[in-house]
């Protein structure tokens, strides 16, 4: 597809703009090589990760067709670049299209608390896209090779897509969502070697680390565990709940597992950027847990 004038509405949510602030800065750099310009929705709130739904549905539904309304008003594509917020934002959108047939006096409820907070309604005139499929459907693999200034040659990835981006929607209209290959596509047409392994497509263990928080780092120790075995030079993912899990704590994961594991882990955006030429520095890629050093020491950077 063409890749040129291409514009969205970036919803950068919560952990890129604070725990995971490298993804927020790999993104900008990284769009900004590719020529895709971002509106930011500064006024837009949190998605929720999932937890408004546990207490209303409703609550989850109002507060994310704000934040779809607000793309709605550049008539734009919301743009995310995390797995959960993509997740949970489509889902809405979707519910709220077909509620749009099946029951318009749900979506009318829903605009009704827009309307008094002074907010524009929503209209279900947009779609939601993770960053990760914006560039595979938008872009194109042959042009983001075509840009490519660093050939990734040599790296093996493996890819962690987390499991809000496959399967939080009744459908998955970008990809298998048991299946997936999006990911690996995208690391062959930079010019590294994708990875096959079990937990590729599985859950982190994130959402149970506040109150099974064992259990969490066991299960996120047994994918890195997997993916060191396929001789994995760096997990990449498109989720910063996901990088939380298997990058910052991976030090406490070592723990419980009771084995030294060393594995960096990549943002999605800060593996592309780097084919693209753009400087480690400018990707944050200091400020990772475990030390990126080795991935650009075999990339010769």
């Keep these: 597809m ?63 067709a704000r934040n779809i309304a607000l793309a709605e008003e550049l008539n734009l594509p919301l743009l995310t670049h995390c797995s959960t917020c993509q997740g949970v934002i489509a889902h809405v959108d979707d519910r709220l299209k077909e509620s749009q047939q099946s029951d318009p006096a749900y979506l009318d409820k829903v605009n009704g608390f827009l309307q008094k907070e002074g907010c524009s309604p929503y209209r279900g005139s947009t779609e939601v896209k993770h960053l990760l499929y914006a560039l595979v459907t938008d872009y194109g693999y042959k042009a983001i090779q075509q840009k490519v200034t660093k050939s990734l040659s040599g790296l093996k990835c493996a890819a962690f897509y987390g499991c809000y981006l496959l399967r939080a929607r009744k459908t998955m209209p970008y990809d298998d969502p048991f299946n997936p290959q999006a990911m690996e596509n995208m690391f062959e047409a930079v010019g590294a070697t994708p990875v096959y392994y079990r937990g590729r497509t599985q859950c982190c263990g994130w959402p149970l680390s506040s109150y099974a928080t064992e259990q969490s780092f066991k299960m996120a120790g047994m994918h890195i565990q997997d993916a060191i075995a396929t001789g994995a030079d760096c997990m990449v993912t498109p989720c910063p709940l996901c990088h939380l899990n298997l990058d910052s704590r991976q030090p406490e994961v070592e723990k419980v597992i009771g084995r030294k594991l060393g594995l960096p882990v990549l943002h999605f955006p800060q593996l592309i950027a780097l084919a693209l030429g753009v400087a480690p520095k400018q990707l944050g890629l200091e400020r990772h847990i475990v030390s990126t050093r080795p991935v650009l020491e075999k990339l010769g950077l």
């Design 2 to 64: 063409s890749s040129t004038a291409l514009k969205y509405a970036y919803y950068p949510g919560c952990v890129a703009q604070g725990a995971c602030r490298e993804l927020h800065l790999s993104t900008q750099a990284l769009t900004q090589a590719l020529g895709i310009e971002l509106i930011e929705l500064k006024k837009a709130a949190c998605c929720g990760s999932g937890t408004f739904k546990e207490d209303s549905q409703l609550l989850e539904d109002t507060v994310n």
